[in-house]
């Protein structure tokens, strides 16, 4: 099983939070750039980088309940099974393993990243009007 098929149909939010949260760090850099002696009247624009990492890491958290629903259907199915019967259901249990495993973990890297991206636009904002 590779790592696409691991993220099932979570691949797709997640590459859309993503790519959002790339766009939303380079309008912010962009905005910051700019910016001369305040902020402007919209407010700071990197607030919305934390806002989108955020959603990744919930969309991330969410992935880890069809894992879990197959961990169960295979633990459910291998009461009173046959060997090579359980060997097929440990395999479904170990993909289900997978799958709660990779979304979050993608979901958590894109947390941290937007966390770091934030951290550091703050600092940058900080030390432009300062």
């Known amino acids: 099983m590779d790592v696409l098929s691991a993220l099932g149909p979570w691949l797709y939010p997640l590459v859309i939070v993503a ?13 910051i750039a700019r910016l ?11 607030h919305a980088v ?4 955020v ?3 919930v969309v991330g958290l969410l992935g880890t309940v069809i894992g879990f629903g ?6 459910r199915a291998a009461t009173g ?3 090579a019967e359980l060997e097929a259901m440990l395999a479904v249990m170990w ?32 030390r432009k009007l300062t």
Request: hydrophobic letters at 55%.
């Open 19 to 31: 790519l959002c949260l790339i766009g939303t760090v380079t309008r912010a850099v962009l905005t």
């Open 36 to 46: 001369t002696d305040e902020l402007p009247a919209s407010g700071a624009p990197h």
């Open 50 to 53: 934390l806002a989108w990492g």
């Open 55 to 57: 959603l990744g890491g």
């Open 70 to 75: 197959r961990v169960a259907v295979g633990a």
């Open 81 to 83: 099974a046959e060997r």
């Open 95 to 126: 993909d289900g393993v997978l799958v709660i495993v990779t979304p979050v973990t993608m979901g958590l890297w894109l947390f941290t990243t937007s966390l770091v991206a934030w951290l550091a636009l703050q600092f940058w904002i900080n």
